[in-house]
């Protein structure tokens, strides 16, 4: 563990003679060993894109994970290493961290669209030691990999991980494996390493205004929130068929897509593919998902294809509730679902440093549209002033929460002073501004920082102008959200250009392709303003507020798909 920072004192939180240990306290038996014995309980359906569809039972889970654990020992993984996963939703990807889990290993997921700068930084960051890899990935491996001295092994899924495990091997000095060669060769067997309830279990990379992606770090006791959110807000049980749409790369598809109904041994329906609106209400009806989790994009997608109509007479739908998180969700929006689906939606809020929901609506709590419901139980939330006093109802302020909160994350991987900087008089700021009402109801406002809000899934604008930055055409460049009546808000780049370089909508979709290439498909552009100058503050700072209202600049403005 040479790479852990010792001044972040989180150092400690992977450090296995630090804690006392218990079995029952491995999230990964918690939410899977626990249910292994009763031999034919549903864990998983899992649909691939082109419509076939593959079952397991917790049983078979708990076996598939055990070989995981057992080939990830003989590679000399062990308590407290970073262990990564750059897959697509496939069945590999819950086996993969759950087996590593059980080892007591740290672990991360990657989008799968995550291009080389994105994946380097986390990965780097981490100090991961193995990465499962989808095949297709490779090219993007070797453009990250001289940046990540302390990756030792790539296991590679899929139909051509046997050529990509040849080219890594053949291109540097890595390990790399075939996941179903290696597993092959290993026992079913395996007990989950005990471990300690404050011991680290997952890394989950969040963005800021400034800086790269910082880690998030969260501890084995992170099930207790997650399985108590799991029972008091999305009223899980046995009988459910539960369909989160979010990728674990997002801490709500890791949380609530796996762990939290697991822990109540709930069984789940994964999706492989992305939205298409006909396709997923077919996967509604013909899966009878009970319980769907989902974003107020996908709803305000479904409702813009659908105009107006119902779906609910025309279709054999058995759905008994919705959820939705991530961004702000509009009480017409509800109005519109509640008549199409013809069940109650619930919009909840919590962060990925939060770990599990903290303010939510939920069965036997009456909505008031537009709000994001009460505080959960086992969660003190407030609004707070700049002093940390909280604030009478009605009046905006920073929405804060005790850190009694078992689920609240340990602190930024490295950096204490930004872990810091997240407390104020005895609270953790969320960095989001709303109001609770006279009823302990709770409204959002805005976010507090710039960080950008697409389709639920947030992006840090430092990161968008530094991939720009690499372009040879851009001078400077500065990146905001601007509103979307979908997706919240669209990622708008403001470039001045090289002097020999001309502002033509071919080099706009050029620099939004660059981007895309270089960290994901959501952080795509989709405007780019060529500008003369930046507006900058004496400091140098560039003034995003004038950027966002952008009166003053009149540049080349390109709106691009
Ligand atoms: P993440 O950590 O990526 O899950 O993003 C958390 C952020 O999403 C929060 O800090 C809010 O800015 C936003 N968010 C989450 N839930 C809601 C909600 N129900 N309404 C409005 N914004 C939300």
Redesign the pocket.
Known sequence: MATLEKSTGLHDLLRPEAHPRSVPDNLAWAALTRHAHRRWQLALIWETRTGSVRTSTFFELERASNRVANALAQLGVGRGDRVFTLLGRTPALYTSLLGALKLGAVVGVLFSDFGPTAIQQRLADAGAKVLFAEATSAAKLLDARAGLPDLEHVIFVGKEASRAARELRAACDLGAWVLDELLAKQPPCFSPVPVARSEACFFVY?SGTTGPPKGVVHCHAIADQLAATAREVLALDESDLYWCTADPG???GLCYGIFAPWLLGCPIFVYEGEFAAERWLELLERHQITCWYTTPTTLRRLMNWAGRRSFAEQRDFALRRIY??????GPEVIAWAEEAFGVPVY???????TGAQVIANRPGLPVKRGS?GKAVAGAHVAVIDEQGNELPPNVVGDIAVRPTLSSLFKGYWHLPEATRACFRAGWYV???KGRRDEDGYFW?AA?ADDVI?CE???IGPCEVENALATHPAVAEAAVVGVPDPVTTERVKAFVVLRPDRQPTRELAVELAEHVEAQLSAVARPREVEFCAHLPRTNSGKVQRAKLRSATELQGRCFVLQ
């Open positions: 969040t997002w801490v709500t939705t998180v991530g961004e702000p969700l919009d909840n809020y919590w962060q990925t440093e994001m969320t960095r989001d959002f976010r809000t639920a899934r947030k």
